[in-house]
């Protein structure tokens, strides 16, 4: 092989390697809506009895993670579970459900109906409805 050859052989060579390294795929990372699934709420309580809560967010593959759960007052007797997490990709997921538990004290101070709501749109919506007394 000549000089010339070489040097384009070499050429082809590294261009091949440097285009075998730049993926199609964008990365992907944003924090995002995941699934909460927890077992009915408590049915009867009674005013500043502590009420503990556990719920387990899960996300449908690997890409996820930073897994996390909260609870938020939408209004005085009407509370709102859902989940968030982490998804980060650059193609492919491992086919893999991914949970993390935890659980929540709710302490009600006042007597009535507290409505319980797990998950918003696009998951299925739970309610739960506890009499506090």
């Known amino acids: 092989m000549d000089m010339k050859a070489g040097k384009i052989f070499a050429f082809v060579v590294l261009a091949g ?3 075998s390294c730049v993926s199609s795929t964008p990365h992907i990372k944003t924090r995002l809506a995941i699934e ?15 009420i503990t809560i556990k719920v387990t967010a899960q996300a449908p593959n690997g ?12 209004d005085s ?4 579970m859902e ?10 997921c491992t086919e893999v459900i991914i949970k993390k538990d935890t659980s929540f004290t709710f302490k009600p101070t006042v007597a009535g ?8 749109t696009p ?5 739960d409805t506890m009499t506090v007394n």
């Open 113 to 120: 109906k507290y409505f319980f709501q797990t998950n918003k």
């Open 63 to 74: 890409c996820y993670s930073q897994l996390g759960a909260s609870l938020t007052a939408v």
């Open 36 to 50: 909460i699934v927890t077992p009915p709420v408590p049915k009867t309580a009674t005013v500043n009895q502590v």
């Open 17 to 19: 390697v440097m285009l």
């Open 77 to 80: 007797k009407h509370l709102l």
């Open 123 to 127: 998951f299925v919506i739970y309610y």
């Open 83 to 92: 989940g968030t997490a982490l998804f980060e990709t650059e193609g492919a």
